[in-house]
């Protein structure tokens, strides 16, 4: 398994600024990837955070608003950029174990972001 | 994409019954887990489950790939079951999720 840190666990932020979450892991990985769950919601994949290079959006999700950065196999960054309160949510960091077609993924405790 | 689909929704049980949830996938998978979601929102893996069949404590879950269903059998629950058990599949690279089951458990 894997342990999986996230600061901060939550945040009240105005809207038009920025917040930066970070994900620690406890040990080198390949795959690290970045969640969001909005209200009653269940988890959308955001990005998958490439080591050495840019990350990989998913259809919905830009650069410009949720950057990330990823320096090495055991951290990452995601910014929330010019907020508002539609991007409320909880933001998950997960990482997934052994590679090959299958690998079993684990999640931080979460980032929950208010908005005002 | 794969289609994921929970049910039921929502289960209200009364401490010490006993549960079935259902996760009904589209398309061959590589990878199935079960999540529980508990009320502060984390995360806990309870199952790693491509195939067969596997127990933990009062907790057992089956996967039948070639039929595309996953089942979650929960016994005797108690009110720490409570949350929302979520089922997780990749077909290729990425983990495609349902929407949940939300269960309460009653005392």
């Known amino acids: 398994s894997a342990v999986i840190s996230q600061k901060p666990s939550r945040d009240i932020c105005q809207r038009g600024t920025s917040l930066t979450i970070q994900c620690q892991v406890d040990?080198?990985?390949?795959?690290m990837f970045w969640y969001r769950q909005q209200p009653g919601q269940s988890l959308t994949l955001i990005a998958t955070?490439?080591?050495?290079?840019?990350?990989?959006?998913e259809s919905g999700f830009v650069i410009d608003k949720f950057p990330i950065s990823r320096p090495n196999l055991t951290f990452s960054t995601l910014t929330v950029s010019n907020m508002s309160p539609e991007d409320s949510s909880i933001y998950l960091c997960?990482?997934?174990?052994?590679?090959?077609?299958?690998?079993?993924?684990?999640f931080g405790p979460g980032t929950r972001l208010t908005v005002l | 994409g794969i289609q994921v689909e929970q049910s039921p929704p929502d289960l209200i049980l009364q401490e010490g019954a006993n549960s079935t949830l259902r996760c009904n996938f589209s398309?061959?998978?590589?990878?199935l887990q079960w999540f529980h979601q508990n009320p502060w929102g984390q995360l806990i893996n309870l199952f790693y489950?491509?195939?067969g069949t596997k127990q933990n404590g009062r907790l057992s879950a089956t996967t039948v790939a070639t039929e595309r269903y996953s089942l979650l059998y929960i016994s005797s629950s108690q009110t720490t079951d409570s949350g929302v058990y979520f089922c997780?599949?990749?077909?290729?690279?990425?983990?495609?999720f349902g929407k949940g089951t939300k269960l309460t458990v009653n005392p």
């Open positions: 489950i491509p195939s």
């Open positions: 398309d061959s998978v590589n990878n």
């Open positions: 997960s990482v997934r174990i052994s590679g090959g077609a299958g690998g079993e993924q684990f």
């Open positions: 955070a490439n080591q050495g290079s840019e990350a990989t959006y």
């Open positions: 997780a599949v990749k077909p290729s690279e990425k983990l495609v």
């Open positions: 040990s080198q990985v390949t795959m």
